[in-house]
């Protein structure tokens, strides 16, 4: 088993930068392959990044690449999302999974399917 709990989100105006985390507890969080989603009002759950276990590999996506870095601490058992030139449309609850199949960013770390384990959310703002 393992427990996830985002924290960091807030209110910012548009290009500015949040640092979310997502702390985890349970027994060998390294070895599982992280990813970020977020989710708006009336929209579908929507990847925003992953990173494998040993952090080696990210993967971004299209909306999001240039502007998130997922970075991950094995120490502090956290994996962070560094958001910079947010955008109103970056507007949403951001949740962070786990996952221990197989890192394949072609075919299914996009998939919210794949990951076995969620936090709670947090709630970013863009004002414009």
């Known amino acids: 088993q393992v427990q996830l709990v985002e924290s960091g989100g807030g209110l910012v105006q548009a290009g500015g930068s949040l640092r979310l985390s997502c702390d985890a507890s349970?027994?060998?969080?390294?070895?599982?392959?992280v990813g970020w989603f977020r989710q708006a009002p009336g929209k579908e759950r929507e990847f925003v990044g992953a990173?494998?276990?040993?952090?080696?590999?990210?993967y971004y996506a299209d909306s999001v690449a240039g502007r998130y870095t997922i970075s991950r601490d094995h120490a502090k058992n956290t994996v962070s999302l560094q958001m910079n030139s947010l955008k109103p449309e970056d507007t949403a609850v951001y949740y962070c999974?786990?996952?221990?199949?197989?890192?394949?960013?072609?075919?299914?770390?996009?998939?919210?399917?794949?990951?076995?384990?969620w936090g709670q959310g947090t709630q970013v703002t863009v004002s414009s």
């Open positions: 349970g027994r060998a969080f390294s070895n599982y392959h």
């Open positions: 999974a786990a996952t221990s199949r197989t890192w394949d960013a072609v075919h299914y770390m996009r998939a919210y399917t794949y990951y076995s384990y």
């Open positions: 990173i494998s276990w040993s952090g080696s590999s990210t």
